[in-house]
């Protein structure tokens, strides 16, 4: 195994190791699980996944597959296929609907699930995704290093801040009124938002529209989101990263909605414009994984067909 960072403490690619052979209870699962803390983000190439079944085994390496992704509930046709009862998601982009539907999924800064009781209930922080089939032109995924977000914030911030919590929750990004507001148009926003519509009614609604898709059962939605340390600590290095994304993030708790915008866009515009960054142009057979508390990403616009395996994995480590 050969580690090479792309920065001392942010994204390294780890070469020579096919992580089908590595057995969980060996010093090397060990090392890999090191090397995940350290660097936040690790880039195994050449992996040669053939089966959701091949790239879910190697999940045992970094913790266990319990958390089963609410996104496995809805179909999107052309986008999005997810496999039901597997905690695999197969994602796949079909050439002829980029024209029809060119809505980039995942296209702002977000961490997974962070808006989502299950995410904390399971430790569900890792995730995985591996490129079966790159596309043609795009489709980068960018990260950005929270840990680096936090220690470029003023001591005096630091300090005024340290106690404040901040709520997640995903009814402002994915409420099916902000989706047409954002995008237009009722049977456009339907097509990418299923997941997470949060009536029965509303889901019916949907149908009627557009018949495109079928429902397998619904989310509930939590409005009422989560509450995280603004500053959240991570729980194998001590570290502490900005918790907040601009997918997500919505109040800093203890203040009104007026002064906790002021301070949530300064802090995500800080958090933007000062962070360690890194834009990862896929390969095929790549395989990567990241932690969810102290790395945001985002999915660039793409052409051209695609698939990628996606697992989230719980962190057994407390
Ligand atoms: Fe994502």
């Known amino acids: 195994m050969e580690i090479d960072p792309i920065n001392p403490s942010f994204i390294a690619k780890i070469k020579n190791i096919d992580l089908k052979k590595i057995n969980s209870h060996t010093e090397n699962a060990d090392l890999l699980r090191k090397l ?69 999924f995942g296209g702002d800064w977000h961490s997974d699930g962070s808006y989502d009781i299950e995410t904390i209930n399971k430790n569900a922080y890792y995730t995985m995704l591996y490129s ?83 429902m397998l059962s619904l989310i509930e939605l939590q409005k009422e989101g989560i509450s995280y340390p603004l500053f959240l600590k991570h729980p194998h290095t001590q570290e502490k ?6 997918s997500f993030a919505s109040q800093i708790s203890h203040l009104s909605k007026e002064e906790s915008d002021k301070w949530l866009n300064l802090l995500l515009t800080s958090q933007e414009h000062y962070s360690l960054k890194y834009t990862l142009k896929w390969e095929p057979n790549m395989l990567i994984i990241w932690d969810n508390r102290v790395v945001n990403h985002k999915a660039l616009p793409s052409k051209g067909e695609r698939m990628m395996f996606r697992m989230i994995i719980c962190d057994t480590i407390k």
Not at 43 to 53: A, G
Not at 80 to 93: E, K, M
Not at 144 to 153: G, T
């Open 132 to 214: 079966k089939q790159i596309p043609s032109e795009g489709g980068n995924t960018e990260f950005i290093d929270l840990v680096s977000s936090y220690s470029q914030l003023p001591t005096s911030l630091q300090d005024m801040m340290k106690d404040w919590e901040i709520i997640h929750n995903s009814y402002g990004r994915y409420s099916l009124k902000e989706a047409i507001q954002s995008l237009g148009t009722k049977s456009f926003a339907s097509h990418f938002f299923l997941p997470v519509i949060h009536t029965e009614q509303e889901i019916k609604e949907l149908c009627k529209i557009n018949k495109t898709f079928k």
């Open 241 to 246: 990263a900005l918790f907040i994304n601009s």
């Open 36 to 104: 995940l803390s350290k660097y936040k983000v690790l880039i195994f190439e050449n992996q040669n996944c053939s089966t959701p079944e091949e790239f879910e085994s190697i999940s045992s390496i970094f913790g266990n597959s319990d958390y089963r992704s609410k996104v496995t509930t809805g179909y999107f046709k052309g986008v999005v296929c997810s496999t039901p009862l597997s905690p695999v998601h197969v994602l796949t982009r079909h050439s002829e609907t980029y024209s029809e539907y060119p809505f980039v």
